[in-house]
Each structure stands twice: as C-alpha cells, then as structure tokens.
C-alpha cells in the first residue's frame, strides 16, 4: 500500500483536503485556530455515502461556498491531476466505483471510459439501462418476426420506429 498523501481540496483550502487513497477530511477551523480554540482539534475523516442516483462515493461539503455532495473520485482527480480538461471525464481504471485512489483514476475522452467499461463489463447496455423497455428475448423475438413493424410495435408497446432500429441494428447491437 502507498503512503497517504493529502492535499488541499481546490475551493476547500483551509477546510477540507483529500487524499491519494481517496478519503476526505475536514480541517480544523480557519476561524478556530486564529482565536486559539480548538487550536489541538483532531482532524476528521468524512464518512462517504453512495449516491442512489449513480452509485459512486460522495460525501457533503462546503465548496465555492455551497454545501452539496460532491463526487470523491472527481475530487481526488482534480486535485492531484488537476481541472478536468474539456471534453474529459474521470475515468475508474479496474472498474470499481468504490476506488477513488489516485492510482486507480485517470482523465479520459468519453470513447476512451466507455472502452474500459467494455472491457471490465460496468457498461450499461440493452436491459441493464434503467430505461430500458425490452429484454434481450423480446429483441430476440423482435429480429425473428416476420410481421409488419406496426404490427410488431403494437404487440410490444413499443413504436414502430424503434422495431426499425432493432431489426436494423442501429440500437441493441450487442444482441
């Protein structure tokens, strides 16, 4: 195991740093330690919560002067890589969500995060897409009717546009 380093999150100086293996902890007071209180106060390692919405770690702070929740991946990559170059984003090279070490992040063009995902199996595709209306069979058995496409639409609630795609392979390519 690498030895932890800690850095000042950028907009959090004074309050809050993160470090290489991707824990956050929250600094003594600025206002504290200036009036000689708290002045021995024990940093504090945040506890990380898992967004529901997209299942990374994140935990809430006071940045930029508004307190949200904020991704620790993207912390720990901003702050030891650097602002995200344009057209990047964070990328998790075993996959792991839960990994927010430095290690384990590198900046990424959208094509180049999508292929690791191929290749360790965390890309959402066909049924595995929240808002998916079909299943693998019912693509299946989309390809193998003969019937019209409105006739086939009406059979699997689905508009007779995305029959088209199915069967032209535009979308479920990987079935």
């Known amino acids: 195991m690498s030895e932890e380093t800690w850095l000042p999150i950028p907009g959090c100086e004074g309050s809050h740093s993160v470090s290489n293996l991707g824990r956050v902890r929250s600094e003594p007071s600025v206002i504290a330690r200036r009036a000689g209180a ?20 994140v935990v809430n702070i006071v940045r930029y002067g508004k307190r949200q929740p904020y991704l620790i991946h993207r912390l720990v990559a901003e702050t030891f890589l650097g602002p995200c170059p344009d057209g990047m984003e964070c990328a998790h090279g075993d996959g792991n969500k839960a990994n927010a070490s430095l290690a384990n992040l590198r900046w990424a063009t ?66």
Request: without cysteine; glycine residues 6%.
């Open 38 to 57: 708290n002045a021995g106060a024990a940093k504090t390692i945040l506890k990380p919560s898992i967004s529901k919405s997209h299942g990374y770690a």
């Open 110 to 175: 959208p094509a180049q995060n999508n292929f690791d995902k191929l290749a360790h199996g965390t890309l959402l595709k066909g049924s595995k897409v929240g808002s998916a209306k079909l299943g693998e069979a019912e693509v299946k058995a989309i390809r193998a009717d003969s019937r019209s496409h409105s006739l086939i639409a009406k059979d699997f609630s689905i508009s007779q546009s995305l029959v088209s795609k199915i069967k032209a392979r535009i979308v479920w390519r990987h079935i």
